[in-house]
């Protein structure tokens, strides 16, 4: 297992960017694909963003391609999720999820080690 600690949620206006971290902590997390969710209220869980355990792959929603990046830094187990140009329905609460890699980055994959999420609100 692998332990991660969402940071970097806050208010901010539309147009605006926030940088999301994810810390791991336990097991080797460079051996994990993380993923990146998001859930606003009254709405089902949505896949966001997902990065290799190398960080040489990864794949976003269509609704966050060309806004978000994922990116990693395993000498300090930390992955991030860098958004800009944000919209009112970017706010949700984020969660990064992992998965011990067995050679597949997927969306689809079941994500088994959860982070507790941060809030993002986005105002128009």
């Known amino acids: 297992q692998v332990q991660l600690v969402e940071s970097g949620g806050g208010l901010v206006q539309a147009g605006g960017s926030l940088r999301l971290s994810c810390a791991a902590s336990g097991r080797t997390s460079s051996n994990y694909n993380v993923g990146w969710f998001r859930q606003a209220p009254v709405k089902a869980r949505e896949f966001v963003a997902a990065i290799s355990r190398t960080g040489g792959q990864a794949l976003y929603a269509e609704s966050v391609k060309g806004r978000f990046t994922s990116s990693r830094d395993n000498a300090n187990n930390m992955v991030y999720l860098q958004m800009s140009s944000l919209r009112p329905e970017d706010t949700a609460v984020y969660y990064c999820?992992?998965?011990?890699?067995?050679?597949?980055?997927?969306?689809?994959?079941?994500?088994?080690?959860w982070g507790q999420g941060t809030q993002v609100t986005v105002s128009s």
């Open positions: 999820a992992a998965y011990l890699d067995r050679g597949v980055l997927s969306r689809d994959h079941v994500f088994d080690n």
